[in-house]
Structure formats: structure tokens, C-alpha cells
């Protein structure tokens, strides 16, 4: 019931970006803070950034800071993570998830669901 759907990934090139977007059916996404992480093959998952809920700032850990974008469309029930510049570092599977918090490890609420797909190569 607090699964919510991300799209938007695909095949980039260094340096171009992608929008993904956090989407829910049964939801409504500005009463809750939404988490997003990323999981590297191999490795666990990261936060890299968070939306608060119900006009709540947003926040962005250090490796994406100044790349990533987060934003909300209230009107279409939609959470976008605009990404620029990327870098093949970026590569993994991304999540949007509601969290308990954005405050510190940003405790997650939701389930990971699927995420989908980034990856950077020349």
C-alpha cells in the first residue's frame, strides 16, 4: 500500500541527464517525505537525496550535490529527481520510497519496490 513507482531510467551518456519520476495511485505524495536511494551492483542502498512532506525542504548527500534536483508537482501527484552531469559512478538502480523522515539515515516506511534502471557509458 506504500509502494510508489519510479520511472525515467535508461542509457546515458556521460555528462547528459535524465528526470526520473516517483509516482503513487492510492497515495497522496505531499503528506509524506519520499526518500530517494540507489544500489550500485555489489553494494547497499545509498540515500542520496529527500523531499519533505507538506512543503518541507529537500536535502542531498554529498556525491550528487549540485547534480540532482528534487521537486514536486502537486497537481499530478509526482515527486521528479532531475539528474545532471552525470557520471558512470551514478550507474545503479534507483528507488523512491516514503521514509519516516529525512532527517538523519532517512528511515524508510515504504518498500523498496523495483526502482529502475540508470546507467552511464560511453
Known amino acids: 500500500q506504500l509502494e510508489l513507482v519510479v520511472s525515467g531510467g535508461g542509457l546515458v551518456r556521460p555528462g547528459e541527464s535524465l528526470r526520473l519520476t516517483c509516482a503513487a495511485s492510492r497515495l497522496t505524495l505531499d503528506n509524506y517525505p519520499i526518500g530517494w536511494f540507489r544500489q550500485a551492483p555489489g553494494k547497499e542502498h545509498e540515500g542520496i537525496s529527500c523531499i519533505g512532506n507538506n512543503g518541507g525542504s529537500d536535502s542531498y548527500a554529498d556525491p550528487v550535490k549540485g547534480r540532482v534536483t528534487l521537486s514536486r508537482d502537486s497537481a499530478k501527484n509526482t515527486v521528479y529527481l532531475q539528474m545532471n552531469n552525470l557520471e558512470p559512478k551514478d550507474t545503479a538502480v534507483y528507488y523512491c520510497?516514503?521514509?519516516?523522515?529525512?532527517?538523519?539515515?532517512?528511515?524508510?516506511?515504504?518498500?523498496w519496490g523495483q526502482g529502475t534502471q540508470v546507467t552511464v557509458s560511453s
Open positions: 520510497v516514503i521514509v519516516w523522515s529525512c532527517l538523519g539515515p532517512m528511515p524508510r516506511r515504504g518498500p
